[in-house]
């Protein structure tokens, strides 16, 4: 198989995770626009945090039990996964296992250690030229 696994270990227990499949990316951005419409635009700021926590828990659930489906692609669906999950793990877990999922997936911005804020925005300073619109 040519998916990067690692092992995850939480309280005690230890799990190995899976990078996701160029299909599961897929699959994953179409869930996440499904469940994103979820969060009522017109609700009050209460009910918006916490529908918002609320798609926040299935998102990184469903991140989390389509790594662990590549274990056993005949066994427990990713639905079935994404239950369990949310069910039994905690959300410090969740989170955690979410993130590894995200970097060996390579779902994550390139971090730039130590760079100076202006360093990285001095090329793209105004100038005449650039603010000028082309005719």
Do not use: C, H
């Amino acid at each position: 198989m040519f998916l990067k696994t690692q092992q995850f270990a939480f309280n005690g227990a230890e799990i190995t995770l899976y990078e996701l499949s160029a299909l599961q990316r897929i699959e994953y951005i179409g869930y996440l626009s499904k469940v994103s419409k979820e969060i009522p635009v017109d609700a009050d700021e209460t009910v918006r945090t916490q529908m918002t926590s609320i798609v926040g828990v299935k998102i990184s659930s469903r991140l989390v039990a389509m790594s662990l489906w590549q274990a056993d692609i005949n066994g427990p669906s990713v639905d079935e996964l994404q239950q369990q999950v949310m069910s039994t793990w905690p959300l410090p877990a969740l989170s955690e296992a979410e993130f590894i999922v995200q970097e060996m997936s390579l779902m994550l911005p390139p971090v730039q250690a130590d760079a100076d804020p202006v360093e990285l925005y001095a090329d793209e300073e105004a100038s005449p030229e650039k603010s000028m619109p082309a005719s």
